[in-house]
Every structure is written in C-alpha cells, then in structure tokens.
C-alpha cells in the first residue's frame, strides 16, 4: 500500500528505510521522498516511526 502517493512511496519503502536506522520524518523523506510535497503522508509516517520504537527491543 502506498504511504505516499504524491512520490508513490509504499509502507515496505518506508518500513526499509525506518530499518536502516531512519527514526525521524526528515530522515525518511531525505531518503525516499516521502513528504516532500503536500505532506499528508507525514502523520502516517511519523505513525510508523513510533510504532517501530515501540517494538524495539529495550537493552
């Protein structure tokens, strides 16, 4: 499913890049594009940012 339709970014685009140690909204569209225009997709974003912090292991 695309995350970003203005850059036709998907949730797996996002997911790689959030894998690679992206951890802000900046970092992600730095890296893919996503946000970049109109910036709906930002919320979303920033959704699965946090979620992927929540799943984080905790040393």
Not at 26 to 42: E, H, I, L, P, S
């Amino acid at each position: 499913m695309y995350v970003c339709i203005c850059r036709a970014v998907t949730e797996n685009e996002v997911h790689d890049c959030i894998a690679a140690g992206a951890r802000t909204a900046r970092q992600v569209r730095d890296t893919t594009g996503a946000g970049g225009d109109c910036a709906q997709c930002v919320r979303k974003i920033c959704a699965m940012l946090k979620r992927s912090e929540e799943l984080a292991p905790t040393a």
